[in-house]
Nanobody, 125 residues
Framework: VQLQASGGGLVQPGGSLRLSCIAS????????MAWYRQAPGKQREPVAH???????NYTDSVKGRFTISRDNAKNTVYLQMNSLKPEDTAVYFC????????????????????WGQGTQVTVSS
């Protein structure tokens, strides 16, 4: 399975963006799906995650501003980012620690530690 992240771009401080992470296969189960980010010269850090039960968690710096959600029918996880700050500038990656997919023929596959390719978010005036 591949994860395709999109929705990044250049936005002014205080603006909003919505990132999407679309899976290339039909996901019938996942454990945790998450968004990470990596700023220049810094380590990749977790931003938000959502588990199979719909429970969410956020790093302190984005609480109240970012919202992670999923659309199972579209095999997509979103990250709505509001009130963006310059310090949110980074490449954002989606990640799945464990997913099960099903093909059109009913075959099931399990994947571990799947990363998307990243999408650049730049917050600047």
């Amino acid at each position: 399975v591949q994860l395709q992240a999109s929705g990044g771009g250049l936005v002014q401080p205080g603006g909003s963006l919505r990132l999407s992470c679309i899976a290339s296969e039909n996901i019938i189960w996942f454990n945790v799906m998450a968004w990470y980010r990596q700023a220049p010269g810094k380590q990749r850090e977790p931003v938000a995650h959502i588990d199979a039960g719909g429970n969410t968690n956020y790093t302190d710096s984005v609480k109240g501003r970012f919202t992670i959600s999923r659309d199972n029918a579209k095999n997509t996880v979103y990250l709505q980012m509001n009130s963006l700050k310059p310090e949110d500038t980074a490449v954002y990656f989606c990640h799945a620690d464990s997913v099960v997919t099903m093909s059109d023929f009913g075959d099931r596959y399990r994947y571990f530690e799947v990363w998307g390719q990243g999408t650049q978010v730049t917050v600047s005036s």
